[in-house]
């Protein structure tokens, strides 16, 4: 139960973040904006002519008498709408990720010279199109494992009861951790560290990334919200990521007053992430 709430506090940490480092979070609000749109068409493209591809893939329902065709067509018609939402919650980071990735990698990088008590940031070392490469490569991967989880609670969604109870929870706590995932892989990804490594490395503290991940997915619901956040999301996903690899923080840092003021780690206290 700690991490869950320790995981919270790095989301609201990050947003605390970004509202300190206005021109961060303005730089960081673009990607969100161009992925929103494209998503939006998406949508409302399924919204207009989701029920005549419905239609088109359950010939064998044309014979059937009403209501039942109706009532079949149309819950399949809903069903693939929240297929699509789901989807578009899984995949807006990855791709806003991928849009946006100059962009990210600056605020993961000043965020870690910010906290870090020698005031520096890992780096890579890669020229942008290998890390660019490399993001679209693992988002791939993350995206293929994401379906996967999706048609598999898409198909317990029939289950009676627990489909409407259980699964749903279910999905928003696998949503949590593919977020959690795309977010902390700037800044985890500068310091060499490769998907399954990483994979691996969330999986040892579950609690923490679904305290992360978890209401961020629930948020990202609602419309535009996704696109104010994701600056700071990416700011709590780089702090979240130093406590996961045990790198030391000082929390004399996180705003530019209280770091013009102190000049060096033993201005203020350290803390070793567990």
């Keep these: 139960m700690h991490d869950l709430g320790a995981g919270f506090g790095y989301l609201l940490k990050g947003q605390r973040w970004v509202a300190r480092h206005g021109r961060q979070y303005g730089f960081g609000l673009i990607p969100g ?13 399924l919204a207009l002519w989701g029920e005549d591809f419905v239609t088109w893939t359950t010939p064998f329902a044309d014979d059937w008498s009403s209501p039942w065709q109706g009532l079949f067509r149309g819950f399949l018609t809903a069903v693939l709408f929240v297929l699509a939402l789901l989807l578009s919650v899984l995949t807006f980071t990855a791709v806003t990720l991928l849009i946006g990735q100059p962009f990210y990698e600056t605020i993961s990088e000043k965020v870690d010279e910010d906290i870090s008590p020698d005031g520096t940031a890992p780096e890579s070392g890669l020229p942008l199109w290998r890390e660019l490469w490399i993001s679209a490569r693992d988002s791939l991967r993350i995206l293929v494992r994401a379906l996967l989880w999706g048609v598999l609670l898409f198909a317990l969604g029939f289950v009676p009861f627990a489909g409407q109870t259980v699964v749903p929870v279910i999905g928003f706590f696998v949503t949590g ?48 919200v996704a696109v104010f956040l994701m600056p700071g999301a990416v700011a709590g996903a780089t702090m979240m990521a130093r406590e996961l690899l045990g790198e030391e923080t000082w929390e004399g840092h996180g705003d530019e007053e209280g770091r013009g003021d102190e000049e060096g780690p033993e201005a203020g206290p350290a803390s070793v992430a567990r």
């Design 33 to 45: 904006l161009i992925t929103l749109v494209l998503y939006l068409a998406a949508l409302v493209a």
């Design 177 to 224: 951790f593919f977020l959690t995932e795309e977010l902390t892989a700037v800044a985890l990804q500068r310091r060499d560290v490769d998907l399954r490594a990483r994979l691996t490395l969330l999986r040892s503290r579950k609690t923490l990334v679904w305290g992360f991940g978890t209401p961020l997915g629930l948020s990202f619901l609602v419309p535009f």
